[in-house]
């Protein structure tokens, strides 16, 4: 029943989620091609071209990053580039895709993707070039801002529907018992996460947000108030003691005490941290014993290779893994988590 619930809020969000999952690959996919493009990519590819003239040519560096993009763009569906003899040259049969196309058939609630996918995607360009570029750099870029992006699109529906997923995966008892508790809200973005989770709580919960990206945290900060009274213009008062407070720190490396805090909740942020083991065993060691542990985290496959290279584009970002990989992390910090396919919906209780 909770699961049923959990996937009901997804599914009234943007459908069936396998669906939005490769509806979001073609945009992304999109966007990548098109950053190329515009490099002159293709075009030079109208000729065969060795691998290492390729690289003088754009001034890619050989590294595995580069290989991942050659390997994504050879054995795409479409085959973009084609080998012969060790020579690359761009697939003649196969166009490039338009936009308006994608966009006709794609779900008007993930319009929205569109934006992000194109501003993401130039950092792939930086990151061929070996750039020294990570998180801060990429959510901060002057010329391609993701912060003011996120802005306005962590207001999308689905992220919303997703969190409340979250909680409706969580027992009622659970939800009671978070009531008066301390909760730590790892890569909290915009404030829009906060205010929702505040919501969520009564504003019975103190929660502290951490999220490395300054402008993030800014935003969090600045826009709190005036989301908790967009969200429910009746909201319960904020005081001192429920009042959230934000703190610059990744998720791989919480500046808190062991069991600090009595829950921790996350969504949307492992791959991009440099580490997402690390912040497995992170939020293990600041939530204490018997505390709760939850949230969401897409996986692969849903997660299409071309998001993937865009988040690893940042030096910093592990990028997507899988489920699998996932579980594992918790039970070798002693932990046996439920977790619900496809959006990652997790609930797992701290060893006693
Ligand atoms: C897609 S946004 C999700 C924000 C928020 N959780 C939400 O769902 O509204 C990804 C967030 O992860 C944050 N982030 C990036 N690297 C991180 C890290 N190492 N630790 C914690 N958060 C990180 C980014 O700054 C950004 O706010």
Not at 6 to 15: D, L, Q, R, T
Not at 54 to 72: A, C, H, K, P, R
Not at 108 to 134: C, Q, T, V, W
Not at 215 to 222: H, I, K, R, S
């Amino acid at each position: 029943m909770r699961l049923l619930k959990a996937y009901w809020y997804i599914f009234k969000s943007v459908g069936g989620a396998m669906k939005a999952g490769r509806q979001n690959d073609l945009i992304f996919r999109y966007f990548v091609l098109k950053a190329l493009d515009k490099l002159g990519f293709f075009e030079y590819l109208k000729q065969p071209r060795a691998y290492g003239d390729i690289l003088v040519e754009f001034g890619f560096s050989d590294g595995e990053y580069t290989q991942e993009i050659f390997n994504t763009l050879l054995h795409d569906s479409d085959n973009v580039i084609v080998q012969n003899h060790g020579a690359y040259a761009v697939n003649p049969e196969v166009p490039l895709p338009e936009i308006e196309s994608i966009l006709a058939k794609t779900d008007p609630r993930l319009h929205f993707l569109s934006e992000m996918a194109e501003s993401l995607s130039y950092n792939i360009l930086d990151r061929l070039r070996e750039k020294d570029i990570g998180v801060t750099e990429i959510f901060e870029r002057d010329d391609h801002s993701v912060v003011n992006m996120f802005d306005g699109l962590m207001d999308a529906g689905i992220y919303s529907a997703i969190r409340r997923a979250c909680f409706a995966y969580l027992t009622s008892e659970e939800r009671r018992w978070l009531r008066g508790k301390k909760l730590i809200e790892i890569g909290c973005g915009s404030g829009r996460e906060t205010a929702e989770i505040w919501l969520h709580l009564g504003g019975e919960t103190s929660i502290t947000g951490v999220d490395p990206v300054p402008g993030m945290l800014n935003l969090a900060q600045d826009n709190f108030m005036d989301l908790l009274k967009e969200l429910d213009p009746t909201h319960p008062p904020v005081t001192d003691k429920n009042r959230p407070v934000f703190k610059e720190a990744s998720a791989t490396e919480l500046p808190f005490d062991d069991n600090s805090f009595d829950a921790s909740f996350w969504a949307f942020i492992l791959h991009w941290t440099p580490d997402p083991k690390k912040a497995v065993s992170e939020a293990v060691r600041v939530v204490r014993p018997g505390g709760l542990i939850f949230g969401s985290q897409a996986f692969k496959p849903q997660v299409n290779q071309y998001l993937d290279l865009v988040i690893r584009s940042s030096r910093n970002s592990y990028g997507f893994f899988w489920r699998e990989e996932y579980i594992q992390w918790f039970a070798d910090e002693g932990l046996e988590i439920d977790c619900a396919t496809p959006a990652g919906i997790t609930r797992a209780t701290n060893k006693a």
